[in-house]
Structures are given as C-alpha cells and as structure tokens.
C-alpha cells in the first residue's frame, strides 16, 4: 500500500485517507476495479456508504444527495469519496489532449480519493498500475499541485455550519425514506 503525506489541513483525519487508500486497493486486488463509496467519519464511528448504482445521472446525483444528508444526520466531520476514474496527463511541450480521458488514447486509469473536512478538500489520485495480462500489481501516486479547493456534483457534502437537532432529524428521516441505513458504524477495516 501506498502511504502518501496527507496535506496539512486534512491531517487530523489521516485514518479516513488510509481507509480509503486500503479499500481501493483491497478492491482493485479482489476484483480488478473499485466500486464507488463514501466514508464518514462521525462520532459514532466511520460510515461506508455503499450506492446501489452509479449508472445514470439519476443514480449519480442520488448518491450525492445521499452523502450530503449522512454528513448532516451522522454528524460528520469529514468525508471522503472514493472513485475510479481516468486521467489524462499533459505531456512537457504538448498541449492537453481535449478529448475525454477515458476515450482518449493518452488517457490513464486511477483511483480519485476526494476528501472533506468543514471548509477544506484534499484530492489525492492513484494511479493504477497493471501487468501485461491486465491484473493489478499497485499504486503508484500521481505528483499533482496541491488542491485547495474543487467543485461538482461530489464536492461541499459537509454541511457550511454545524446542524441543529432538527437537520438532524430531518436527514435522517430523508435517509430512512431514501431506503439508505448506514448499518457499518465502527467500520475498521482488514483488508489485506
């Protein structure tokens, strides 16, 4: 596994980028891919939040509106998304390729972890490394400027300010009718 400095401002919740790390890449050696998830941290303990589907924009912006009321109804205090994606890299003289990076043929397959905590965001992006039969052998880390800040429909799931008992309630009770029960407080996973 790869163990990457955590930025500053997200390093007090060092343990939700590690679990993150450690279930892309249990996913990716168990499977060959990751599967999207939240994780929030909360006071009673770490929620993964597994979507049914990611297979439309319905089903996408489900999953966000899912994040943004277990941030409000558990109480969180970060969160962090993790994704695979695909990335395109500028290469030095060349300008961007324009075209979307999973069709592009520059483009390159990664694991975007996203993370929150109040009013700071961190990115980190693996790259995904395979064999020549296509299996997953590791990470490799992708050295990027530091982000301070993206938007979309995945980003500014904390809520701007502390809930009240009421919001409280009211995402939850949104959560229960959503059909979402994040059943895995205290998640601790061993993945390898």
């Given at each position: 596994?790869?163990?990457r400095?955590?930025?500053?401002?997200?390093?007090?919740?060092?343990?939700?980028?590690?679990?993150?790390?450690?279930?892309?890449?249990?996913?990716?050696?168990?499977?060959?891919?990751?599967?999207?998830?939240?994780?929030?941290?909360?006071?009673?303990?770490?929620?993964?939040?597994?979507?049914?589907?990611?297979?439309?924009?319905?089903?996408?912006?489900?999953?966000?509106?899912?994040?943004?009321?277990?941030?409000?109804g558990?109480?969180?205090?970060?969160?962090?998304?993790?994704?695979?994606?695909?990335?395109?890299?500028a290469?030095?003289?060349?300008?961007?390729?324009?075209?979307?990076?999973?069709?592009?043929?520059?483009?390159?397959?990664?694991?975007?972890?996203?993370?929150?905590?109040?009013?700071?965001?961190?990115?980190?992006?693996?790259?995904?490394?395979?064999?020549?039969?296509?299996?997953?052998?590791?990470?490799?880390?992708?050295?990027v400027?530091?982000?301070?800040?993206?938007?979309?429909?995945?980003?500014?799931?904390?809520?701007?300010?502390?809930?009240?008992?009421?919001?409280?309630?009211?995402?939850?009770?949104?959560?229960?009718?959503?059909?979402?029960?994040?059943?895995?407080?205290?998640?601790?996973?061993?993945?390898?």
């Amino acid at each position: 596994m790869i163990h990457r400095n955590t930025p500053k401002d997200m390093s007090e919740h060092q343990r939700l980028f590690d679990l993150a790390r450690g279930y892309a890449e249990h996913m990716m050696r168990s499977g060959g891919s990751v599967r999207p998830v939240l994780l929030a941290d909360t006071a009673e303990g770490n929620i993964l939040y597994l979507p049914e589907t990611m297979g439309d924009e319905s089903a996408k912006q489900n999953f966000a509106n899912a994040a943004r009321l277990i941030a409000v109804g558990y109480g969180a205090t970060a969160v962090a998304f993790v994704f695979e994606s695909w990335i395109t890299v500028a290469k030095p003289g060349r300008p961007l390729d324009s075209t979307p990076p999973s069709e592009s043929p520059e483009g390159e397959e990664c694991v975007l972890i996203s993370a929150e905590t109040g009013h700071r965001q961190a990115i980190e992006i693996l790259m995904i490394q395979r064999d020549s039969t296509g299996k997953f052998v590791g990470f490799a880390t992708l050295d990027v400027p530091r982000v301070t800040g993206f938007q979309g429909r995945f980003a500014q799931i904390m809520p701007p300010k502390p809930p009240g008992e009421g919001e409280i309630v009211m995402a939850r009770q949104l959560l229960s009718l959503m059909g979402v029960a994040p059943e895995n407080r205290g998640f601790d996973p061993m993945w390898n």
